[in-house]
């Protein structure tokens, strides 16, 4: 996810290391691959057990790109791999909450979009806009864009927007895959949920095609399958997809995998700690001790996912590259 207080300097990021798949002389690190490569091993395991499982990154759509820049080639074996891609702050919300993405940055991000959109793939947007007109104005936008898109009046995603009522292309259908998805629910913090009853009993009165949400409610307890199922019931009697956050590029405090003595004593992979979200640190995500906690084996974080009979997964912080391009010199 964003970091509203690091939105210039992720600007500045976007811009500034687009066009360069090295960083500079002294280090020739391919960060872009190195994230590239993690998401087609993701991609690979999950639909060796499950086919159709949807693997779905949010941000560094730069990535779509052979040489990082909007006019390059297609990277076919990374688009081959996902079925959809996610991006924050398209209209509303890059550099503050309610606030229009500029015209420049919009349109420098809608060209690699376009790119995913042209290989087949679902773009799912979420603006971060609370005020009416904004988010009836997002999803205008969106639509007209030809992407789906969700309008967050919270960024900390805990609560089911009540505008627009209803909601934005409602539908009765059974969605059976990404390409029958007309609008999506993204609500990966249920804090504001007493239960699971309660979260499972708010979701299942909405209309929404798409569920994104945490395979653990408020971190702790696992949604079970039985769970899962019922998650995937429309109010009006149609069917959605549900699918789970996973963060690839940060570790988390609060996961089942963290160690006590990590955060002082770390293991050579987790750096540092995200100053605008506490619990949250980088990760040298290419280091094969990092990736066999999130998939590949029976207790990876991926594994109890499947086994949870989720739909796909959406993969955060995929832009993590660019932290270590800044921090080596890109």
């Known amino acids: 996810m964003n970091y509203p207080s690091l939105l210039l300097v992720g600007t500045f990021l976007f811009f500034s290391c687009t066009k360069n798949e090295s960083v500079n002389s002294a280090n020739t690190t391919d960060y872009r691959q190195k994230m590239r490569d993690f998401v087609i091993g993701i991609s690979k395991y999950s639909k060796s057990i499950n086919p159709s499982f949807n693997i779905v990154p949010q ?4 990535l779509v790109s052979s040489n990082g820049d909007s006019t390059g080639l297609p990277n076919s074996e990374y688009l081959h791999a996902i079925d959809a891609t996610g991006q924050e702050d398209l209209f509303y919300g890059y550099i503050q909450d309610d606030q229009a993405t500029t015209t420049d940055i919009n349109n420098t991000i809608k060209a690699f979009l376009n790119i995913a959109k042209t290989a087949g793939k679902k773009i799912l947007v979420t603006d ?27 960024r900390e995603l805990t609560n089911i927007p009540d505008f627009p009522l209803p909601i934005y292309s409602e539908n009765n259908t ?3 895959s990404l390409t029958q998805v007309k609008n999506f629910l993204y609500l990966i913090n249920p804090s504001s949920f007493s239960s699971k009853a309660d979260f499972i009993n708010a979701v ?36 959605r997809l549900v699918i789970s956050y996973m963060s690839i590029g940060e570790a988390e405090n609060y996961r089942y995998y963290w160690q ?6 770390n293991p050579v992979w987790l750096d540092k700690e995200n100053p605008d979200w506490p619990g949250n640190f980088k990760v040298k995500y290419w280091y094969p001790e990092w990736q066999s906690i999130l998939y590949g084996n029976d207790n990876s974080y991926l594994k109890k996912i499947l086994n949870a009979g989720f739909d796909g997964v959406y993969l955060d912080i995929i832009d993590g590259f660019k932290f270590y391009e800044h921090e080596n010199g890109g």
């Open 204 to 239: 299942t009165a909405t209309n929404y095609d798409l569920l994104i949400t945490d395979l653990f409610f408020n971190g702790q307890v696992e949604f079970t399958a039985a769970e899962i199922n019922q998650l995937r019931n429309k109010a009006n009697g149609g069917k």
């Open 260 to 265: 006590s003595g990590w955060g002082t004593n």
């Open 128 to 154: 971060y806009c609370s005020t009416n007109s904004n988010m009836s104005n997002s999803y205008l936008e969106n639509n007209h864009a030809g992407f789906v898109s969700f309008a967050a009046n919270k």
């Open 174 to 176: 059974v969605v059976g």
């Open 59 to 62: 941000n560094g759509i730069e």
